[in-house]
C-alpha cells in the first residue's frame, strides 16, 4: 500500500486546484436539473455538498442529507463514458478531390481529469479497455484511446451503497483497487468530515507530494475508513448471483421468460444509454449541399431498437424478448467469451433508469428459478 | 492513466479511396465494381469482406467476389438494397471512387481442404463470396480432389455470373450444377432447391469440404442434408453470416451473434461454431 494522508474538504479544494493547474479539464459530481450528473468542477464549492440520490427500481429522487458530506451519492445518473465515448463523435470528414477524397485533421483529444470517480465505475472504464483495446484484435475507434491516455483518475470509495448497488456481487467494489491515479476515502469522524487519501500511480504521487496541508491519518482515521467500506460490503441493495450464469443464460435462449419480459419491457433504451459498458454505437454520414464535404459521425446505438438488426429490409430481432435476451445475455454471459469478464460492473443504473423498473438482478434470478436446460425446450440454447 | 496501446487518432475506421475501373451490370439489381488499388496492390483471402463507402451515403459490408491471386485490382459484387448500395451502382468508371476498409474477416478453409472434395453450393448472391474460392481451387487444382459447384436461384433470369457458371460446366476439372426455384418454358435446367442437386453429384463425404454461402434457411436446411443425409462431419461444413456491421472491427456491437462478432470471428464459421444458433428466432 502506498503512503496514505489525510485532509479536510480545503485540501480536496487543492487537489481540484492542483489538476487544473496541470492543464486537466476536471470533470466532477455537480446537482443540476435536480440530478446528479458529471460536469466541469472548478473548486470543492461545485461539489454536491449535503447531497444525496436515492435510487430504487424505477425511481430517482436527490434529497439533502442534512450534513457536510461531498460523496454522499450513490453514482452519477449518466455514466463517463459520455466523455471518453462520447455520444456523437466525428469519426472522420473528407472533401472530394481528384484521387477521391482528402481527410481533414481531427481534434487534439481533451485531457481530463475525473474526480468522484466510484470503483464500479472505474471498473466499467477497465471493461471498455478489454473492448477498445488490443485484447480481440480489436483496434481503437476513433479518439477513446487517446482520451483515455490523457485521463487522470481521482476514486472514490463508496461507504453508502445505494438501493440498486451490486458492486460486492460483481467484485468491483466499494472499494477501488487498481485502475486509478488518486483514491479517497469520506469518513465522518469525531464530528468532521475527514478525507483519507492514497496514491494509486506515479502521476497520483507526484501530485500528492505538492499538495500543502495533507496530513499522516491517525489509526483511528485508518480503522474508521476500514470499518466503513467494510459496513458499505455488507449494505449492498442488490445481489446477483453469478455462479454459472453465462452457461444458465446461454442454456435459457427458449425459456418463456423473456416474453414475460417483453411484456413489461418499453424497448426504450434508456438501460443502454445509463450502463457504463455498453458500447454498441452506429454511424450517421453527412454530405454538405453541394456534394463535395462528408461527415462520418459514430453514434450511440442500442440494441433495444427495431432499427438496430435490421438487414435487408427486415429487423432481425424483431421482438422484444428478443432484444432483452440479446443484451442480458451479452451482459452476463457471451461478455465472458468474448472478453474473459462479465460486462456488468453492478452500478444499478439499469434498474433506475428503466421507466417500468426491470431489475437485471430479479430476472436473472427468475431464469435460474425456471432454468429449463434439463428439459426438451432447454436443448440447444445458445451454448 | 491505465496501459493501452498506442493513441490511434487517424484509425481503422477511415476508408482510402479506390478508383472506380468498371461497373458491370450482373443482374437486374446486381453490379460488379471492379476496383483500382491506390497503391498497385490490394491482398485478400478468398471469403473476406471490406467495408465499401459511398462518399457521403454510407458504408456498407460486401464480399470480395474476385481472385485472390489478382492483387491489381478487387471485385465487389453489390445488390441494390438500400441507399448506400444504389447510390454504389452510379458511380462513373474511371472518374468516381469509392472507400474501402478492409479486408475484414475469416477466409474460406482453403488450406484445410487441401487433399478434399471440395462441395460448394451457394444460393442466390451467396456465389459472390464463393467465387474467390472457385477460382483458388481452379488456380491450384492439384491441391484438391472432386470440385464440385451446386448453384440455386430463384428464376433463370436471377442466374449469377451465368457465363462463367456455363463455361465452369464444360470443363471436366470441376462439377457445376444449376437449378431455379420457378422456371419458365425456355427452361431446361433443374428446378427445385438447391440440397436436391447434392445426391447428383459424385463427392466422398468422408474426406470433403464444403463452403456454404446463401440465405440462412438454405445454409441451414444444407448443412442438416449434409450431415443427416451423408454423414458430413458438421466441422467440415463451412458457412458464411451476415449482418449489418458498422466498423467491421468488433466495436460497433451490430454484428453479434450468439458470442460471436461476425467481423472479426466470422464471417466464414466452421458449423460447429453457429450451427446452434440458428434455430433460435431472433438471436
Request: include cysteine; glycine fraction near 10%.
Amino acid at each position: 500500500m502506498s503512503e496514505m494522508y489525510v485532509s479536510g474538504q480545503s485540501g480536496i479544494g487543492r487537489l481540484i486546484q492542483a489538476l487544473a493547474e496541470r492543464g486537466h479539464r476536471v470533470i466532477g459530481p455537480v446537482v443540476r436539473n435536480e440530478a446528479l450528473v458529471y460536469d466541469e468542477i472548478k473548486g470543492v464549492e461545485d461539489l454536491p455538498k449535503g447531497w444525496t440520490d436515492l435510487q430504487e427500481p424505477g425511481r430517482y429522487r436527490l434529497e439533502q442529507r442534512g450534513d457536510e458530506k461531498l460523496f454522499g451519492y450513490v453514482v452519477g445518473s449518466a455514466s463517463w463514458k459520455q466523455f471518453l465515448n462520447p455520444p456523437e463523435t466525428v469519426l472522420w470528414s473528407g472533401t472530394l478531390s481528384p484521387e477521391g477524397f482528402r481527410t481533414d485533421p481531427l481534434p487534439e483529444p481533451p485531457k481530463y481529469a475525473f474526480f468522484g470517480v466510484r470503483p464500479c465505475e472505474v471498473a466499467a472504464m477497465q471493461v471498455l479497455d478489454n473492448v477498445y483495446g488490443s485484447d480481440n484484435g480489436t483496434p481503437s475507434m476513433g479518439m477513446r484511446t487517446a482520451t483515455r491516455e490523457l485521463t487522470f483518475i481521482v476514486a472514490v470509495n463508496c461507504v453508502e451503497p445505494g438501493g440498486n448497488c451490486f458492486c460486492v456481487s460483481m467484485d468491483t467494489g466499494p472499494t477501488a483497487n487498481s485502475g486509478f491515479d488518486i483514491s479517497i476515502t469520506e469518513i465522518a469522524h469525531n464530528g468532521n468530515m475527514r478525507y483519507l487519501i492514497e496514491s494509486g500511480s506515479e502521476a497520483g504521487t507526484e501530485i500528492l507530494d505538492e499538495i500543502v496541508g495533507l496530513e499522516e491519518p491517525t489509526d483511528a482515521e485508518i480503522a474508521a475508513q476500514e470499518s466503513s467500506l467494510a459496513e458499505a460490503a455488507a449494505n449492498m441493495g442488490r445481489t446477483l448471483d453469478v455462479e454459472g450464469l453465462p452457461e444458465l443464460l446461454k442454456g435459457n435462449a427458449r425459456n418463456p421468460r423473456w416474453d414475460s419480459i417483453a411484456d413489461r419491457c418499453l424497448a426504450c433504451a434508456n438501460c443502454t444509454m445509463v450502463c457504463p459498458t455498453c458500447f454498441c454505437n452506429t454511424i450517421d454520414d453527412n454530405l454538405s449541399l453541394d456534394g463535395k464535404h462528408a461527415t462520418r459521425t459514430r453514434k450511440w446505438d442500442s440494441c433495444f431498437t427495431l432499427g438496430f438488426s435490421y438487414m435487408h429490409g427486415r429487423p432481425m430481432r424483431e421482438g422484444v424478448g428478443a432484444r432483452y435476451r440479446q443484451w442480458i445475455t451479452h451482459k452476463l454471459a457471451t461478455w465472458v467469451d468474448q472478453f474473459d469478464e462479465l460486462g456488468c460492473v453492478g452500478c444499478g443504473r439499469c434498474i433506475t433508469w428503466c421507466p417500468v423498473g426491470i431489475d437485471i438482478t430479479q430476472e436473472a434470478a427468475a431464469i435460474r428459478r425456471a432454468d429449463l436446460r434439463d428439459t426438451p425446450i432447454g436443448i440447444g440454447g445458445l451454448a | 492513466m491505465a496501459t493501452l496501446i498506442e493513441p490511434v487518432v487517424i484509425d481503422q475506421m477511415t476508408p482510402i479511396p479506390f478508383k472506380v475501373r468498371t461497373v458491370r451490370e450482373e443482374l437486374s439489381h446486381t453490379f460488379t465494381l471492379e476496383l483500382e488499388p491506390p497503391d498497385g496492390e490490394f491482398h485478400f483471402e478468398p471469403g473476406q469482406f471490406t467495408m465499401v463507402y459511398a462518399f457521403g451515403i454510407g458504408e456498407v459490408p460486401i464480399s470480395i467476389s474476385s481472385s485472390a491471386s489478382e492483387k491489381s485490382s478487387l471485385q465487389q459484387t453489390i445488390r441494390r438494397t438500400g441507399a448506400v448500395t444504389h447510390a454504389l451502382g452510379t458511380v462513373i468508371p474511371g472518374r468516381h471512387h469509392v472507400g474501402i476498409r478492409g479486408p475484414y474477416g475469416t477466409p474460406w478453409p482453403m488450406k484445410q481442404a487441401r487433399g478434399r472434395d471440395l462441395l460448394i453450393i451457394g444460393g442466390g448472391i451467396g456465389l459472390a463470396p464463393l467465387r474467390p474460392a472457385i477460382y483458388h481451387a481452379l488456380e491450384n487444382r492439384d491441391d484438391y480432389e472432386r470440385v464440385v459447384v451446386l448453384y440455386g436461384t430463384r428464376t433463370p433470369d436471377d442466374i449469377l455470373f451465368e457465363t462463367e457458371l456455363r463455361r465452369w460446366g464444360d470443363r471436366d476439372d470441376i462439377t457445376t450444377l444449376i437449378t431455379v426455384d420457378a422456371a419458365d418454358r425456355g427452361w431446361y435446367g433443374a428446378v427445385g432447391v438447391v440440397t436436391r442437386l447434392i445426391g447428383r453429384v459424385g463427392f466422398d463425404p468422408s474426406n470433403t469440404t464444403a463452403m456454404v454461402c446463401g440465405p440462412e434457411i438454405m445454409m441451414t436446411v444444407t448443412a442438416e442434408r449434409l450431415m443427416e443425409g451423408y454423414a458430413m462431419a458438421p466441422e467440415n461444413i463451412y458457412v458464411t453470416m451476415e449482418r449489418n456491421m458498422k466498423c467491421g472491427i468488433g466495436v460497433c456491437g451490430h454484428c453479434q451473434f450468439g458470442e460471436k462478432f461476425i467481423c472479426v470471428d466470422g464471417a466464414v464459421f466452421p458449423y460447429t461454431e453457429v450451427g446452434h444458433l440458428f434455430d433460435i428466432k431472433g438471436v
